[in-house]
């Protein structure tokens, strides 16, 4: 058991391949869905560029300047497979600077799905594979093993607990969601409810989304949010619990947030305002979970997520789009697989990331307005459009084999 008061930090790390505009037309003529087409919304490079310039290179930069001043300074990182290809494709010197991270010692990376996809609810085989390319991956690359599992968006049930456990990991990530946690605090280690020696994070997604949603918004009755006042709600909120649990995606820093609403100062001065007291550390996820032993159990018999107002899996198959996007993506997989056709293989992997299926949500209100933020179409129908018609090439290069 540690006595001192932690933050865990974990930023999530992701782009998606996304779709151009694919015609109908396109269907059994062209292939090439992912290419950067002439619509800036959907360049994958020059998104990632974008990216880099305003949030990965300046995070990396701030962060290795941080992990040299304060000894104590430590994060935890998950990284899609996707992400990674574009830094190799687009910009080397994003990976190699998440590389100079990871070499301190101190910046701990987490087991996901490769492909930032939902397989673990519609193929348990296909999550498999993902989990252990992505592993692969991270293991050529970093040098490093990973022993937490990070679902794609925090998409968590008991079963996937008991299959970490199973599988040998020390931890899994997951939302700290209200009707979950009842009268209890996220700022505690737990056990999965059928598992035994698992450990269970949960996010605080009040502070945590305080700096990824509200901190620019000046409706807010907190804002602004200075680095004193963010301590201060940090340490009332530990009073009488160990860990606080940040948990948050990377491109809070500079691309959700962006630079001139002061994000990065903040950041820096807050963690400076934490590390200032003795009792105060920073945890990796590993290191957490070895501090302090779970203090009861925590059941979630069905999924839920860190996204939307409802914490659940219907950001992603919550309407008829989706539904049926999803049908066909997984109904293709025993083919696919046993064509042994890497391009296919990998093209259809591409398209089981999530953000696609986002990209088609219908909702309104608030989770409309985030939806359509991230969206590179004009509604859920493109998206939806679009990405069939890739299905429908998929299956006529499928078909092409078959007669072949």
Known sequence: MNDRRGITLYLHVHQPWRLRQYSVFDTAQRHDYFSDGHNPAQNNQQIFHKIARKSSLPMNALLQKMLRKYPDFKLSLSISGTFLEQAQQ???????????????????????????????????????T???????????????????????????????????????????????????????????????????KIGLLLKNYRLSDDLAFRFSNRNWNGWPLTAEKFNAWAMDSLQHAPLLNLFMDYETFGEHQWSETGIFDFFESFVGCWLNNPDNTFYTVSEALSAQRPVGEISMPSPVTWADSE???????????????????????SSI??????????????????????????????????????????????????YMNAIRDVRWRLSQQIQA
């Open 90 to 128: 687009f910009n080397p010197e994003v990976l190699e600077s998440f590389k100079r991270l990871v070499a301190t010692g101190r910046v701990e990376i987490l087991s996901s799905p490769y492909h930032h996809s939902l397989a673990f609810f519609y193929s348990l085989q296909e999550f498999e």
């Open 130 to 196: 993902q989990i252990e390319l992505h592993r692969q991956a991270i293991r050529r690359i970093f040098g490093v093993e990973t022993r937490v599992l990070a679902n794609t968006e925090l998409a968590y049930n008991d079963q996937l607990a008991k299959w970490a456990e199973n599988h040998d990991f020390s931890g899994v990530l997951a939302e700290g969601w209200d009707p979950i946690l009842d009268w209890r605090s996220p700022n505690y280690v737990y056990r999965p409810s059928g598992t035994e």
């Open 311 to 333: 914490r659940d899996l219907t950001a992603w198959n919550g309407n008829d789009l989706q539904s049926e996007a999803l049908r066909y993506l997984y109904d293709l997989e």
């Open 337 to 386: 697989l046993s064509s042994g056709d890497e391009s296919l293989i990998s093209d259809w992997r591409r398209l089981q990331t999530s953000d696609h299926l986002y990209y088609m949500c219908t909702k309104w209100f608030t989770d409309g307005d985030v939806h359509a933020y991230f969206s590179p179409y004009d509604s859920p129908y493109d998206a939806f459009l679009y």
